[in-house]
């Protein structure tokens, strides 16, 4: 069983670079098959229920292009109190949001659906809850952090992987969540199958 779910490749329902790292970090075969979804959230919508909806209809979306293939979805949102923080849409959002995220607690939410269509059709659906502790952060790290252009396209507008890492005092859960995959869950989900 085992080897059954590591060696089976998967189609990635996302055009993530992060994602597609941590997938070939651990040698789990995989090709792209990027989903174009409608992401507006719905009225009334939580984060949680958020980011399970987005990565269940990715991963529905192409596995009607993939029959048989086992379809991974994923989307991550960052969360403080109780306001949803994707990707910022300009410098100007980035600094709010690192300024939101200074010396406080957030949460990394990530929602994992894998789906198979087909002869031995399967679906499930989970999600992953990291805690993370920004540092305080000063005005000319945040500007410095900015004009690094790393923000851009990441929820919350940081990346713990990268050049943000000195900001972050502590993380409780899983890492890789806060990268962008909770590879262990996509394993124990796989496992499942």
């Not at 990394?108 to 399967?122: H, I, N, S």
Request: aromatic residues 6%; charged residues 25%.
């Amino acid at each position: 069983m085992l080897n059954e779910i590591l060696n089976e490749p998967l189609v990635l329902a996302s055009r993530s670079p992060r994602r597609t790292e941590i997938l070939q970090a651990v040698g789990w075969s995989f090709e792209i098959a990027v989903a174009g979804i409608d992401e507006t959230r719905h009225a009334g919508e939580d984060a949680l229920h958020y980011v399970q909806r987005l990565a269940l209809m990715k991963a529905q979306v192409a596995a009607q292009r993939h029959s048989g293939r086992l379809v991974l979805g994923a989307d991550t949102v960052v969360l403080i109190d109780t306001e949803i923080l994707g990707q910022p849409v300009d410098a100007g959002d980035a600094r709010r949001m690192l300024r939101q995220l200074s010396g406080k607690w957030h949460e990394v939410l990530t929602g994992v659906a894998l789906v198979r269509v087909g002869e031995c059709a399967c679906t499930l659906i989970d999600h992953e809850i990291t805690r993370v502790l920004f540092a305080n952060l000063s005005a000319e790290e945040v500007d410095w952090y900015i004009e690094t252009g790393e923000p851009m396209d990441k929820a919350g507008a940081y990346a713990i992987q990268g050049k943000a890492a000195p900001f972050i005092e502590k993380i409780e859960g899983d890492y890789f969540n806060v990268v962008g995959l909770p590879i262990r869950l996509v394993y124990k989900l796989g496992m499942r199958i």
